[in-house]
């Protein structure tokens, strides 16, 4: 009988401890229970961040130089990309930084110059890890409200310059035999976010696609003669990993200490920046597939009406 107690006992304390690690929590638990980064995965390789001009893409820069990567920082303003360089530390910051200024809606041809640039940066390795950062996001506007301009504005950024970048760079990867993209998503495009549904609309975009890429095929053709037989495996099987982070609401500053989501600020709990780089660096790192960070505590998901 008392055996039985201190089992029950034992029980109930394990679970309220797992239900008060659930409640703090700010990831999913595979996550969580990675504790720390594998820097031998970061250190020294070339790791290239778009919408490195400030907020979460800011202190990634800052981040990954101190674990000592080899940076290349992109977005369309110089003067801050510029302005985040001189302020990075690490082995090879901030002299070896390189800056590669970028709009992703430039088009096909600017962006394949852009991949070779990067390419050749640093001599005898290409790009290791390829962090679509970047995004282009509107205050919130109901979705009947929604203009063809924001519409194509944001799948122009969100979407269709990221895939181009992707389907650019990947056959440098494969030539390699390694390459890691990691796509910053979002909560919203997991779950429903009224108000953001175009927003919503293209991460949710972005997610198939990047799930999709892991196992689409890779055709090598013998003696690259189209008419030999063709070797042919899934990209991951070729060393092409993808990592798809969905944070939820994200405390970031835009240099003036205000949010740069300042027009939404509301109750909702948010994580801090540096504490979401520092979860999406460990994911990387650890080659996870999809990590979620957000607070449990924080604003639930929109409810599905009944109709
Ligand atoms: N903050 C959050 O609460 C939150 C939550 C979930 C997910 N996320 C995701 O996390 C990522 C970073 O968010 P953030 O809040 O740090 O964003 P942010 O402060 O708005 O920064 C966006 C970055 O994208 C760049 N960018 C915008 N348009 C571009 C274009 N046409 N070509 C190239 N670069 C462009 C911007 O630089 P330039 O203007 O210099 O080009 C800037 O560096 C985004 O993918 C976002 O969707 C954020």
């Not at 390459?179 to 009224?194: E, L, R, Y």
Request: glycine share 8%; proline share 4%.
């Amino acid at each position: 009988m008392l055996t039985l107690f201190f089992i029950s006992l034992f029980l109930i304390l394990v679970l309220s401890a797992l239900l008060f690690k659930f409640a703090i929590s700010d990831g999913d638990f595979t996550l969580l229970s990675r504790r720390h980064v594998k820097r031998e995965e970061i250190e020294d390789k070339v790791v290239w961040i778009t919408g490195a001009s400030r907020g979460i893409g800011e202190i990634l820069a800052k981040q990954l130089a101190s674990l000592g990567a080899k940076l290349i920082l992109s977005a369309r303003n110089e003067t801050e990309l510029e302005r985040v360089r001189k302020q990075l530390t690490g082995k090879y910051a901030p002299e070896q930084v390189k800056i590669l200024p970028l709009d992703l809606t430039s088009g096909e041809v600017t962006l394949k110059e852009a991949v070779e640039k990067a390419e050749s940066f640093f001599p005898g390795v290409g790009v290791d890890y390829m962090i679509h950062n970047a995004a282009y996001e509107r205050p919130k506007i109901t979705a009947l409200d929604v203009t063809e301009e924001s519409l194509k504005a944001t799948f122009n950024v969100n979407v269709f310059g990221t895939i181009c970048l992707t389907r650019l760079l990947t056959p440098f990867m494969l030539r390699r035999g390694r390459g890691h993209f990691v796509v910053m998503s979002s909560a919203a495009g997991k779950t429903p976010a009224p108000g953001q549904a175009v927003y919503s609309a293209s991460k949710y975009a972005l997610n198939g696609y990047f799930h999709s890429l892991r196992s689409e095929e890779w055709k090598e053709w013998e003696g690259g003669n189209l008419k030999e037989i063709a070797i042919e495996s899934l990209l991951c099987q070729k060393g092409i990993k993808v990592t798809v982070v969905c944070p939820g609401p994200i405390e970031t500053s835009n240099g003036s200490g205000a949010t740069t989501s300042g027009t939404k600020v509301s109750s909702e709990k948010r994580v801090s920046a540096e504490r979401c780089v520092e979860l999406t660096v460990i994911a990387a790192s650890h080659g996870l597939k999809e990590v979620w960070i957000s607070y449990q505590g924080g604003e639930p998901p929109a409810r599905q009406p009944n109709c």
